[in-house]
């Protein structure tokens, strides 16, 4: 009898055991794949804003500074001023708009652009398509004038979305909060709009 029990203690025992080590492997490999999600999530996010939200928002800020200058170029009796416009404009704001242009179309895919922000990318790109050829041709009218409007919501929804964005990267890396970003003008429109 007393063999009896000890075979099972021990099978009892091994068992137990056994049955430990298969709860904690499956709790330890639910904790790595949660991890790795965490990674990836974290990862990505990076991307999102390394890679297109903070560059297009610097950009459009960028833009919103400049375009305060370039009223200097409508004055015709001014010629520093006017000058001084016109290089602003080919020397600093078409390369901005180019260099938004190259992010929008190298990185859309980080933006998951969505029924409120595709429309507003696009309007964008055409905007500043109808620009450059204006200036390819020797035109100084505004785009807007030649029927192609500046996209309104554009900044504010690209300031709004970093700001989002940067608080979701925040919270999964437990760095804290981020301040609210700052937005220049009514609504962070265009000092022209």
Known sequence: MADAFSVTTALAAALGFLGKSAWDLYWRRKEEARTLGTQKSIAFVEQQLSRFFWPVYLRLQKDNTIW??????????????????????????????????????ENIHLALPDPELEPLLLQYLRHVAVYRTLREC??????????????KGLFPMVAERTQALQRRYSQLTCAGSNPKMPQRGKAGQRAHD
């Open 68 to 105: 305060e200058k370039l009223s200097d170029r409508e004055h015709p009796t001014d010629e520093a001023r006017r000058r001084v416009g016109e290089r602003i404009e080919s020397g600093v704001l078409l390369p901005n708009h180019d260099a938004i242009v190259r992010i929008i179309e």
């Open 138 to 151: 020797g035109l100084e009218m505004d785009p807007i004038a030649a029927g192609e409007p500046w996209p």
